[in-house]
């Protein structure tokens, strides 16, 4: 449509928002589940400006409300919000405006909506939509619950003619179906549910064992300078405490949770959004109200309290669907920690609580692809059981231990003590331990009594979760009791061999390979420089308009114009994120600034888009890995490839063996200048090689007595490719 080009300065619509805009603007009904990042907002605002009428936004947060209220105003769409942070004039203004016909969305919260004299003057106008944002807080089975949200299905009715919207990108099928009754939508009356994937591909996800949390911390922000990110944490306390160790040591960082005053939080968090602090430190109170797209990663100092929470949470990091990064700092620590603040009156909600909880430590504790867990979680199905962005996908597999014994020795306890018990008790009695319930049901005359002495309690349990998520148990869900699978008979025969981790610590500390997945994306080769001017000046007029920098343009946008270096009103309106209001009006600062960089560093010739009338795309695995061996055939150094491209010296060696493996010739062994092995233990290693061939590298680490770094296997390979002149 030609508004999506010269409004919102996109060239073509994201999976499932065509079809959407096209249900809404037939007057249909629509619940609408995509992920953060995905497109919900242009859902709305598109059929607003195609509507005749008001399109009405209810929107849970005044902060979400001026952000949205901004970004609009910056294409040249009339849009307000009315509530209670508008001063008494600004207020009036925005309803006469409204009572005039010359606004096209309104923002408002659920509770300014239901009030008489709000409705009354809505009554006055003509209303086409009422778009529900965060559509999951109408839903009591859903993590962040809000009883207002509820009279909405009752205002609905006030606007017969209005088309309903619901969207939210934290739904589980449940909560999805809660959403549709509460709102008495009817398929009847052409209402259609769009589910998008909850796959965001351009997270990388990670899990650690929390061991020196402060440290981990301080080393994960070194690999992310000059980026935004949040930190979430469980308690003010331990807010304040990390804000300020991290102040000290001359990070830019603000914290916020509830316990501030309105002013700070604000303050803090407009600082954030315009990019004049980095980091924000935080508790579960920051985040629903942002949509900053260039936050470049979300570090959690503790476990969340939910599956839901956490991908909320991390679904605030790279919505401009550029790579960010996600840890997750994870101790058993946590757990008694956050079952503490279960403390509902009614025990079927704490009940509901609890299993959450054991949902997402199985998820911290899971040994298997991270993506496909979330996407199972929401009743989704991954199309692959390798996702190659979290770190068990990535991680080393010659690292991943032989489990089969433990697993045995578990099952078998549970068989002989009648599969009606606990993973408490089946443990205690592995352990040998002396219980009155041990005694009681004579398990200490048991074979298996005492066979786990070799094993701490907290290693077990570790092992058990294991065992419950490859399904070879199952539990009771009113007591908890253990029952064997049939999958569990082919370990108990030995036919079926279990990997795993024995040990918490050792899985969860182990280094893993930079994300290079086919489908992430990554940040386009662009000349840095020009980038950081551009940003400069985007922060610039973004300061003289008092809206946030990617209010002006986001990062995408940027690091095409650093890119392909537009310098003509054509080009600059090819760039992603460019429409008509926003070429004339920062255009012609964009394009000089551009130009004068092109004279002074001679830049005349310029990369072509592949397709002129696409949005410029990201660069993949494949082009990445190819741009790689190109440059390393031209006789770059890996170190040098590693600052290019802004990631480690690892990431680059993987790059350079799959360009080799790919049968592209090797003209270069320069790659050996990163070995830092003195020239006799360099030659056993590659004698190691010639005996144990390249293929996997575990064979070549037992060889050389495990003291050898996988990290300089990986260079070293590539230096024994080199010098054989192997073609692979």
């Known amino acids: 449509m030609e508004i999506l080009k010269t409004v919102f300065g996109y060239d073509d619509f994201r999976p499932l928002q065509k079809e959407i805009i096209e249900h ?42 001026k952000d949205q209220v901004d970004q609009l105003g910056e294409m040249g769409i009339s849009a307000v919000c009315l509530n209670s942070s508008l001063p008494v004039e600004q207020y009036r203004h925005h309803v006469s405006l409204i009572q005039q016909g010359r606004v096209r969305l309104l923002y408002i919260a659920p509770e300014s909506l239901v009030r008489p004299q709000i409705l009354e003057m809505l009554h006055a106008v003509a209303v086409d939509c009422l778009a529900i944002d965060e559509a999951h807080c109408i839903s009591a089975w859903g993590h962040d619950f809000r009883p207002e949200y509820r009279q909405l299905a009752q205002i609905r009715q006030q606007f017969p003619k209005a088309v309903c919207t619901a969207f939210t990108a934290t739904a589980t099928p449940t909560v999805q179906k809660d959403i549709q009754t509460s709102l008495g939508f009817s398929q009847d009356d052409g209402f259609r549910a769009f589910i998008g994937s909850f796959d965001r591909k351009n997270l990388v996800i990670r899990v650690m064992f929390k061991d020196n949390p402060l440290q981990q911390t301080l080393d994960f922000l070194a690999s992310h300078k ?25 990070f830019s960082v603000r914290p916020y949770h509830a316990g501030l005053d309105d002013t700070a939080r604000n303050r803090f968090q407009t600082e954030f959004i315009k990019d004049d602090v980095r980091i924000v430190v935080a508790t579960i109170a920051f985040g629903m109200g942002i949509d900053k797209p260039n936050v470049r990663f979300v570090l959690h100092y503790d476990l969340p ?18 790579d960010a990064e996600c840890l997750l700092l994870f101790s058993h620590a946590d757990i008694p920690r956050l079952k503490s603040l279960i403390t509902s009156q009614d025990e079927q909600r704490n009940r509901a609580a609890w299993f959450h909880l054991e949902d997402m430590v199985r998820f911290a504790e899971a040994e298997d692809c991270r993506k496909k867990r979330l996407l199972a979680y929401f009743g989704e199905t991954a199309a692959r059981d390798d996702c190659g962005m979290c770190d068990n996908c990535l991680a080393p597999q010659e690292q991943v231990q032989d489990i089969s014994i433990a697993a045995q020795k578990f099952l078998s306890c549970v068989k ?17 331990a002396e219980t009155k319930k041990i005694f009681q049901f004579r398990h200490h005359l048991l074979s298996t009594y005492g ?26 869900d009113n007591y908890g009791g253990l029952t064997l699978t049939p999958e569990a008979w082919g370990v108990l025969k030995g036919e079926t061999k279990v990997s795993g981790w024995q040990d918490p610590r050792h899985k969860l500390s182990q280094p893993v390979t930079e994300a290079t997945n086919a489908e992430s994306a990554e940040l386009p080769a662009h000349h840095p420089d020009l980038f950081e001017q551009l940003r400069q000046k985007r922060k610039e007029l973004a300061d003289e308009a008092g809206v946030p920098p990617y209010a002006v343009f986001p990062d995408k946008a940027l690091l095409e114009m650093a890119t392909f270096f537009p310098r003509t009103d054509t080009d600059f309106l090819n760039t992603f994120g460019v429409g008509q209001t926003k070429l004339e009006k920062y255009g012609p600062a964009f394009m000089a600034l551009i130009r004068e960089f092109c004279t002074a560093h001679g830049i005349s010739d310029v990369p072509q888009r592949k397709n002129p009338l696409a949005p410029a ?80 590298l575990k064979p070549v680490f037992e060889a050389m007595d495990r003291e050898i770094p996988y990290e300089t296997l990986h260079v070293l390979r590539i230096y024994y490719l080199y010098v054989n002149e192997i073609d692979l």
Not at 25 to 54: H, I, M, N, R, W
Not at 640 to 669: C, M, W
């Open 24 to 65: 809404i603007l037939e007057k249909k009904d629509v619940l609408v589940v995509l992920p953060t990042g995905g497109g919900k907002s242009l859902c709305f605002q598109l059929p607003a400006l195609v509507f005749d009428g008001l399109t009405i936004v209810v929107s849970p947060l005044i902060s979400l409300m």
């Open 416 to 432: 002989r003590t009648g599969e009606r018990f606990g993973a408490g008790h089946i443990i205690d009695v592995l352990r040998g």
């Open 226 to 250: 000059d980026d935004s990110g949040i930190i979430y944490c469980l308690s003010r306390k331990q807010v304040e405490n990390l804000s300020n160790q991290l102040a000290a040591r001359g």
């Open 617 to 696: 795309t990201v660069s993949t695995k494949e082009n990445r890995h190819f741009q790689v061996g190109r440059l390393y055939h031209q006789g770059m150094s890996v170190t040098d490839i590693a600052n290019q491209f802004h990631v480690k010296t690892t990431t680059i060696i993987s790059h350079l063996f799959r360009y080799f493996q790919e049968g592209n010739p090797i003209a270069s062994g320069h790659v050996i200048d990163e070995c830092t092995l003195s020239p006799d233990v360099r030659e056993k290693v590659l004698q190691a090689f010639d005996t144990h061939g390249y293929q996997l």
């Open 305 to 322: 309290k939910s599956v839901e929470n956490y991908y909320q949470e991390i679904g605030r990091a790279g919505r401009d669907d550029l």
């Open 451 to 476: 066979i786990g002495k070799d094993l701490s309690k907290k290693q077990w349990f570790y092992l058990s979760r294991q065992f419950q998520s490859k399904g070879f148990v199952q539990r009771e």
